[in-house]
C-alpha cells in the first residue's frame, strides 16, 4: 500500500488499522488490502480486508461491521424487534448503511414497506460493492432508500403528519446508527426519540443499539433512561460481538404496546438468532442492571 490513510500504521512491512476507543484503548487488525477508502461530507469511510475478520467497514477509523461477525449485531438488532411486533408491515431503519439491517428485515413476507434512512450514499455503495458478505447485494423492491439525515427525516415527517389527514406511521423503527459523535450524535438525544414516538403506530416498538455496558455505560444508561421517559415500555437486551470493544453490547427495545418476544414464531433463516437467543439476550448481567439502576439525570 503505498499511500494509506491516518487510521492505518505501518509496522515494519505490516499494515494496520489502530482503532482508539475512550481514547485511551486501541485495538489494532492487521489488514491485507484497502478495498475502499473515501472521505464524504459526513465521514471517512474504508472497506478493508482483514486477516482475521476478513472484509470490514470502518468509519472514521471505528470497525463497524466485518465479514466475520457483522451477522450477529445485524440480526440481534433486526430479529428481536420484529419477533415482539406481531405483524410488522411497515419498517423504518435509521442508520444501517451496511444493509445488513436492511437484509435481515427483508426476511419477513409480512412486510410490505422498509424505509432506510440513511445520511451517507457513499457508505451503501461501498457495502453494496464490496461487502456483499453482510450487504447480500440487497435488491429488494421493497426497501427504499432516503439520503437524509434521520433527525431531519423524522422532524419532516412529524410536520407532515401534523399538516396533513393521512398519517405515515411504522410499526417497527429500527435506529441502526454509528456511536453518538459525528453525524450519529442527534440520535441519541432524547428529542430525537419523543419525534421518533410520534411517527410508531399505536402499537408500535423501537429498536436501537445502545453502545457498550463496559465502555460506554453513561450513553447505554442515558438512551434507556430517555426512552424509559417517554415509552411504557422499556427492556434492555444484550449480544457478544468480538469486534466491539469489550465483546458485550447492548440494545434497547422502547415500545407503546408489546413487550414480550414469541419464540415459537420465530422461523427465520439465521446464523445468531434463535428461539432460546430471543428469550434469553434479555436476561441481562447483575453490573449491567445496577448501571440500569442508578438514578443519574438524564
Ligand atoms: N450495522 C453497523 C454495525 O454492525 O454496528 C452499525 C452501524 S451502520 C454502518 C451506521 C450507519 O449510521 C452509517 O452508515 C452512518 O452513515 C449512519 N448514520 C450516522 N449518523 C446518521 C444520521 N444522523 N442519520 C442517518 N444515518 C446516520
Given at each position: 500500500?503505498?499511500?494509506?490513510?491516518?487510521?492505518?500504521?505501518?509496522?515494519?512491512?505490516?499494515?494496520?488499522?489502530?482503532?482508539?476507543?475512550?481514547?485511551?484503548?486501541?485495538?489494532?487488525?492487521?489488514?491485507?488490502?484497502?478495498?475502499?477508502?473515501?472521505?464524504?461530507?459526513?465521514?471517512?469511510?474504508?472497506?478493508?480486508?482483514?486477516?482475521?475478520?476478513?472484509?470490514?467497514?470502518?468509519?472514521?477509523?471505528?470497525?463497524?461491521?466485518?465479514?466475520?461477525d457483522?451477522?450477529?449485531?445485524n440480526?440481534?438488532?433486526?430479529?428481536v424487534?420484529m419477533?415482539?411486533?406481531?405483524?410488522?408491515?411497515?419498517?423504518?431503519?435509521?442508520?444501517?448503511?451496511?444493509?445488513?439491517?436492511?437484509?435481515?428485515?427483508a426476511?419477513?413476507?409480512?412486510?410490505?414497506?422498509?424505509?432506510?434512512?440513511?445520511?451517507d450514499?457513499?457508505?451503501?455503495?461501498?457495502?453494496?460493492?464490496?461487502?456483499?458478505?453482510?450487504?447480500?447485494?440487497?435488491?429488494?423492491?421493497?426497501?427504499?432508500?432516503?439520503?437524509?439525515?434521520?433527525?431531519k427525516?423524522?422532524?419532516?415527517?412529524?410536520?407532515?403528519?401534523?399538516?396533513?389527514?393521512?398519517?405515515?406511521?411504522?410499526?417497527?423503527?429500527?435506529?441502526?446508527?454509528?456511536?453518538?459523535?459525528?453525524?450519529?450524535?442527534?440520535?441519541?438525544?432524547a428529542?430525537?426519540?419523543?419525534?421518533?414516538?410520534n411517527?410508531?403506530?399505536?402499537?408500535?416498538?423501537?429498536?436501537?443499539?445502545?453502545?457498550?455496558?463496559?465502555?460506554?455505560?453513561?450513553?447505554?444508561?442515558?438512551?434507556y433512561?430517555?426512552?424509559?421517559?417517554?415509552?411504557?415500555?422499556?427492556?434492555?437486551?444484550?449480544?457478544?460481538?468480538?469486534?466491539?470493544?469489550?465483546?458485550?453490547?447492548?440494545?434497547?427495545?422502547?415500545?407503546?404496546?408489546?413487550?414480550?418476544?414469541?419464540?415459537?414464531?420465530?422461523?427465520?433463516e439465521?446464523?445468531?438468532?434463535?428461539?432460546?437467543?430471543?428469550?434469553?439476550?434479555?436476561?441481562?448481567?447483575?453490573?449491567?442492571?445496577?448501571?440500569l439502576?442508578?438514578?443519574?439525570?438524564?
Amino acid at each position: 500500500m503505498d499511500k494509506y490513510p491516518e487510521f492505518i500504521k505501518q509496522v515494519d512491512n505490516e499494515y494496520w488499522l489502530v482503532e482508539t476507543e475512550a481514547g485511551n484503548y486501541k485495538l489494532h487488525y492487521k489488514i491485507k488490502d484497502i478495498l475502499f477508502c473515501w472521505q464524504s461530507n459526513f465521514q471517512h469511510i474504508m472497506i478493508l480486508d482483514s486477516y482475521t475478520f476478513g472484509k470490514m467497514l470502518v468509519l472514521d477509523g471505528i470497525v463497524q461491521t466485518t465479514a466475520a461477525d457483522g451477522f450477529i449485531y445485524n440480526e440481534m438488532i433486526t430479529h428481536v424487534p420484529m419477533n415482539i411486533h406481531p405483524n410488522p408491515r411497515k419498517v423504518l431503519i435509521i442508520g444501517g448503511g451496511d444493509c445488513g439491517a436492511a437484509r435481515e428485515v427483508a426476511k419477513y413476507p409480512g412486510v410490505k414497506r422498509i424505509d432506510m434512512v440513511e445520511i451517507d450514499e457513499m457508505v451503501v455503495k461501498a457495502c453494496l460493492e464490496h461487502l456483499p458478505e453482510i450487504s447480500g447485494n440487497l435488491c429488494d423492491p421493497r426497501v427504499n432508500f432516503i439520503f437524509k439525515d434521520g433527525m431531519k427525516y423524522i422532524q419532516d415527517l412529524n410536520r407532515q403528519n401534523d399538516d396533513g389527514i393521512e398519517k405515515d406511521l411504522y410499526d417497527v423503527v429500527i435506529v441502526d446508527s454509528s456511536d453518538p459523535v459525528g453525524p450519529a450524535t442527534s440520535l441519541f438525544e432524547a428529542d430525537f426519540y419523543r419525534l421518533l414516538y410520534n411517527v410508531l403506530e399505536d402499537d408500535g416498538l423501537m429498536a436501537c443499539q445502545s453502545e457498550s455496558p463496559v465502555f460506554y455505560a453513561k450513553t447505554m444508561k442515558n438512551t434507556y433512561d430517555r426512552l424509559s421517559a417517554i415509552f411504557p415500555i422499556t427492556r434492555l437486551y444484550t449480544t457478544t460481538v468480538p469486534t466491539y470493544p469489550g465483546g458485550i453490547w447492548s440494545f434497547t427495545i422502547a415500545s407503546k404496546k408489546y413487550a414480550h418476544v414469541n419464540p415459537s414464531k420465530f422461523d427465520k433463516e439465521t446464523i445468531c438468532v434463535n428461539k432460546e437467543i430471543l428469550e434469553s439476550c434479555f436476561a441481562i448481567p447483575e453490573f449491567v442492571k445496577k448501571i440500569l439502576d442508578t438514578q443519574t439525570q438524564c
